[in-house]
């Protein structure tokens, strides 16, 4: 480790989420690569207007209702899968899985790979530390924050309650076999509040947010190399 390295966390958890929107599937290790990690957010609901499904409405994105009533996983050959709500699972090549997800959403939609428009937000890589983790339910003491609220890919154990991965802005993270460079804050938004899986609908946690590090929790990261991720790896900011 160079002389202006330092080890800043470790590798809790690794998340990813096929579907775009959808829930997750949460791993013991991934490969990443320029775009991310492997199969992340390579598929979305893609409605009538040509704008994929999604927690809020932007350019690219459309919100709409009930996406993360279903969760999106790739099984160990290769091939993705929807859960339902009911605990149905159904591949995402078979063709009534758009219909289902579609009596969910309200409307006619596709299942679509990533073409020439990125399903990703910002970047390929999103970032939160325990740490600000801890720092929100301290302001938030008798709401669920969990992480999953964040969508993170990387959830970075780290001790103390602060906004720790802000003062990495612009810097390198070695995280296992992969470089990062962290590029931004994430803006959150409505996706933060939603209710899902055990988790309650909570408008306050954007709101707080909004007032105390404007709307920002976590960073958004982008890889330099490919390589495996595994949780337990030590999170390096180099010099």
């Given at each position: 480790?160079?002389?202006?390295?330092?080890?800043?966390?470790?590798?809790?958890?690794?998340?990813?989420?096929?579907?775009?929107?959808?829930?997750?599937?949460?791993?013991?290790?991934?490969?990443?690569?320029?775009?991310?990690?492997?199969?992340?957010?390579?598929?979305?609901?893609?409605?009538?207007?040509?704008?994929f499904?999604?927690?809020?409405?932007?350019?690219?994105?459309?919100?709409?209702?009930?996406?993360?009533?279903?969760?999106?996983?790739?099984?160990?050959?290769g091939?993705?899968?929807?859960?339902?709500?009911?605990?149905?699972?159904?591949?995402?090549?078979?063709?009534?899985?758009?219909?289902?997800?579609?009596?969910?959403?309200?409307?006619?939609?596709?299942?679509v790979?990533?073409?020439?428009?990125?399903?990703?937000?910002?970047?390929p890589?999103?970032?939160?530390?325990?740490?600000?983790?801890?720092?929100l339910?301290?302001?938030?003491?008798?709401?669920?924050?969990?992480?999953?609220?964040?969508?993170?890919?990387?959830?970075?154990?780290?001790?103390?309650?602060?906004?720790?991965?802000?003062?990495?802005?612009?810097?390198?993270?070695?995280?296992?076999?992969?470089?990062?460079?962290?590029?931004?804050?994430?803006?959150?938004?409505?996706?933060?509040?939603?209710?899902?899986?055990?988790l309650?609908?909570?408008?306050?946690?954007?709101?707080?947010?909004?007032?105390?590090?404007?709307?920002?929790?976590?960073?958004?990261?982008?890889?330099?190399?490919?390589?495996?991720?595994?949780?337990g790896?030590?999170?390096?900011?180099?010099?």
């Amino acid at each position: 480790m160079g002389a202006m390295s330092r080890i800043v966390g470790r590798v809790a958890e690794l998340w990813c989420y096929p579907v775009k929107s959808l829930g997750g599937q949460q791993l013991t290790e991934v490969r990443c690569g320029l775009r991310g990690f492997d199969g992340d957010r390579w598929w979305a609901v893609k409605g009538a207007d040509g704008k994929f499904g999604s927690g809020k409405t932007t350019r690219r994105f459309r919100r709409m209702p009930g996406l993360l009533s279903m969760a999106s996983l790739v099984d160990d050959h290769g091939v993705a899968w929807i859960r339902f709500a009911d605990g149905d699972s159904r591949r995402i090549d078979d063709p009534m899985t758009a219909s289902l997800i579609g009596t969910v959403v309200g409307e006619d939609v596709a299942l679509v790979e990533e073409g020439a428009t990125s399903h990703f937000d910002d970047a390929p890589l999103h970032l939160v530390t325990t740490a600000s983790l801890r720092w929100l339910e301290e302001r938030r003491p008798i709401d669920q924050v969990d992480r999953r609220r964040f969508r993170p890919n990387l959830v970075i154990e780290r001790e103390g309650s602060e906004l720790a991965e802000d003062r990495w802005l612009d810097r390198r993270l070695q995280v296992g076999g992969v470089t990062v460079k962290v590029e931004k804050r994430t803006e959150r938004c409505v996706m933060t509040t939603l209710a899902q899986d055990d988790l309650d609908f909570i408008p306050g946690i954007l709101s707080d947010l909004q007032r105390a590090n404007q709307s920002c929790l976590g960073v958004y990261a982008r890889a330099v190399n490919e390589g495996k991720i595994r949780v337990g790896d030590d999170v390096v900011l180099r010099s």
